[in-house]
């Protein structure tokens, strides 16, 4: 498996922030950096990367706080989420100053995303898939070769995302969780936005949300 990874919790939140790097070229992304850029980049430089992008699963404050800081900073591409989400995008400061959260600088994605879309980082290429529903732009990147996703707050282990926040979807949440996740395959290991890693199997077989569907 050349695609490796290495999750930090940041923020208040404990939202998973994930490094994700090729080891055959040491180029990396991150996926939602919300806060803690100091630290993320520490760890960048302990292993020999080189951050190439920013990849957005959705903007919610604890997922993009630290999005726009981090472009301006090194120059990266930001990638993702899907347009619908634009309208958190643009809310971040009022979304800031709700949770206490250090002012968030506006940015605007470099690249939006759709459904079957591909991002690449040194010789690996992951899978896109738009999974509305915790918020109407939020994205999945799905590694078939390593079996890994990156859901942001679609599934956790033993739960689902919130849907009571605006242009949220229990409905539309449950439809991406069984359409578009379940068939990337029970060995499928995914990291979630907030808490432990777990498998497509396991909470098919145990999630009393979406459990056995």
């Known amino acids: 498996m050349s695609l490796r990874y290495q ?14 790097w090729c080891d ?7 996926i939602d950096p919300g806060g803690e ?16 992008a920013i990849w957005l699963t959705h903007a919610h404050i604890d997922h993009a706080g630290g999005t726009g800081e981090l472009a301006r900073q090194l120059g990266l591409p930001i990638i993702g989420p899907h347009h619908g989400d634009q ?7 009022q979304q800031s100053a709700m949770f206490g959260f250090p002012p968030a600088e506006p ?7 759709e459904d079957g879309d591909q991002v690449t980082i040194g010789q690996e290429t992951l899978d896109v898939r738009h999974c509305p529903g915790h918020t109407p732009g939020h994205v999945v990147f799905h590694s078939v070769s390593a079996r890994r996703a990156f859901v942001g707050d679609v599934l956790f282990a033993g739960g689902i995302g919130r849907t009571d926040f605006p242009g949220g979807s229990h409905g539309e ?17 995914f990291i979630p936005g907030h808490g432990p890693e777990s ?15």
């Open 173 to 189: 949440l449950i439809r991406s969780i069984t359409e578009r996740l379940w068939p990337m395959g029970d060995d499928t290991v």
């Open 24 to 30: 055959q070229t040491l180029e990396a992304a991150v």
């Open 87 to 93: 309208f958190w995008i643009t809310g971040l400061p």
């Open 107 to 113: 940015f605007t994605p470099t690249r939006w995303l």
């Open 7 to 20: 999750t930090l919790p940041v923020t208040a939140f404990q939202q998973n922030c994930s490094i994700v």
């Open 199 to 213: 498998s497509f199997g396991t909470e098919r077989r145990t999630n009393p949300y979406v459990g056995m569907r």
């Open 37 to 52: 850029l100091p630290r993320l980049l520490d760890f960048v430089k302990r292993q020999g990367l080189s951050l190439k």
